[in-house]
């Protein structure tokens, strides 16, 4: 039984982070994924895949174009499923090809195959050919993502009933497609198909999209998604799903059905923990298979396995989840690090784009801490008349009292890039002054920092 310093499970974004901290600081590290190759959810089915798929529809479309020629304006005229997937295939070979290397370079060693405890400190990998090797560690990080869930009563069957994970792989583009689920990747693929003319159908349980986010931004989000065709369907949960002539039917609670050519289930994914025999190391995941942790070291209750990434829940990230992994392999190893930032930012790749850092204009208000708003339309920069841009929005949020910038919020064109201005001025604990002040590239977006904060100073009355 080979031994190692760290054993990581899983090769995503927290996993690979931890394992090249690891071995940065002079350790020996094996890292096991049971994929075909490295780079787990992330790369082959999440974030990469989603991310190049909405980029390469944004391109064929002409999207971004069409403020300028006509809802009618085409780059390409017939995009069919091929068309998205070579671009997709290059992008991932490449992601893949980085990722190896960084980990040939810093000495991580990989396995491919299935992993699973046999105690606190060994792990059985059963290989891809059907070979077992048991391998220790003296510290193991369990990294191994979320997996969509699947309800017994849905009938996936990889053709027209898709999960998630399977989307990406979509074999041909639909006529007309209902997405169940207004999460943060239901409504990323309801949006990245709409901007392809597939008539879209998003169906939500709750009353409202993406709950955590400030409301205005949901008010002018939704307004955009309906202004261009979208069927949103509130407050409306699914009684069950059948096949009728061929084609998905989603039959909600109140009657009504929503007959589709596709039918996108994304109503939630599930920690992937199942297969680690994790009673045999004394872990417990809670209903969703997921585990709990130090939100401060990463530590399970275990001490010496730590636990990152989607495996633990909210954020659920991949930006977070590298420096969550950064974070538990330093801890492991005894490296002081110095405390997280008080906020991140948390983008949504839908169409269009949203992005989000600090308190949302309820949170303040549960607070109670006095404050103004200050609004930007993206319209109203000379920048985005060039760009032919008819939506999008910046809010600030500033307190009353001491001027600080508490919140930025962000819907439109490039809003996951803008919003890390914000988020440095944030974390500076910066304040109105800041933006007033300070000269900003013309023409830019970025333009709607001063703007919001103009409009801000306008309704406090400062001096």
């Known amino acids: 039984m080979t031994r190692y310093d760290f054993i990581v499970i899983g090769s995503g974004p927290a996993g690979r982070r931890a394992a090249i901290q690891a071995a940065k600081l002079g350790h020996t590290v094996l890292v096991v994924e049971k994929g075909r190759r490295v780079g787990g959810v992330s790369v082959h089915t999440g974030t990469i895949p989603s991310k190049t798929l909405r980029e390469t529809v ?12 006509g809802s009618a304006y085409r780059v390409k005229k017939d995009i069919q499923a091929k068309d998205l997937m070579m671009r997709l295939h290059m992008t991932l070979d490449h992601e893949v090809d980085v990722l190896e290397h960084q980990f040939a370079r810093n000495k991580v060693q990989t ?29 193991i990080m369990i990294a191994v993502g979320t997996r969509p869930y699947r309800p017994a009563d849905v009938p996936f069957n990889g053709i027209n009933i898709l999960d998630s994970d399977e989307i990406v792989e979509v074999p041909r583009l639909p006529r007309s497609l209902t997405v169940v689920g207004g999460g943060v990747i239901g409504v990323e693929y309801a949006t990245i198909f709409s901007a392809l003319d597939v008539s879209v159908a998003l169906v939500e349980s709750r009353a409202s999209l993406l ?34 002539n061929d084609w998905p039917v989603t039959i909600l609670e109140n009657g009504r059905r929503i007959r589709s050519e596709m039918l996108l289930y994304a109503a939630g994914r599930v920690g992937a923990t199942d297969s680690l025999n994790l009673p045999s190391c004394g872990l417990v995941p809670d209903d969703r298979g997921r585990l709990k942790v130090d939100p401060v070291t990463f530590q399970t209750e275990v001490p010496h396995i730590y636990s990152a990434g989607d495996a633990i829940g909210f954020p ?3 930006s977070t989840s590298m420096e969550q992994g950064r974070i538990a392999a330093c801890h492991a190893f005894n490296i002081a690090m110095p405390p997280a930032p008080d906020y991140f930012p948390y983008g949504i790749y839908s169409v269009p784009e949203i992005s989000t850092v600090g308190m949302s ?12 708003c200050g609004i930007a339309r993206f319209r109203e920069t000379s920048r985005g008349h060039i760009m032919g841009l008819n939506n999008g929005m910046m809010k600030m949020i500033f307190s009353l009292k001491t001027r600080r910038l508490l919140g930025v919020h962000i819907v439109g064109e490039g809003a996951t890039e803008l ?12 304040t109105l002054d800041y933006f007033i002040e300070n000269t900003f590239n013309y023409p830019t977006l970025a333009e709607a920092y001063k703007i919001a904060a103009l409009d801000a100073w306008n309704r406090m009355g400062v001096v």
């Not at 944004?58 to 020629?69: A, H, P, S, V």
């Open 58 to 69: 944004l391109n064929l479309t002409g999207w971004r174009e069409r403020g300028f020629y």
């Open 111 to 139: 396995i491919i195959g299935t992993g699973r405890f046999l105690d606190p400190h060994a792990v059985e990998v059963t290989l891809n050919d059907g070979d077992v090797r048991v391998v220790a560690g003296d510290k």
């Open 211 to 244: 709950d955590f986010i400030d409301h205005e931004l949901i008010e002018d989000f939704t307004h955009q998604l309906r202004d261009r065709g979208m069927a949103i369907r509130f407050g409306a949960k699914v009684s069950h799903i059948e096949i009728e």
């Open 316 to 318: 659920s990230l991949a």
């Open 361 to 372: 204009e309820e949170e303040v208000r549960r607070r109670g801490i006095p404050y103004e």
């Open 419 to 430: 919003v890390h201005i914000g988020q440095a001025v944030l974390n500076l604990h910066g």
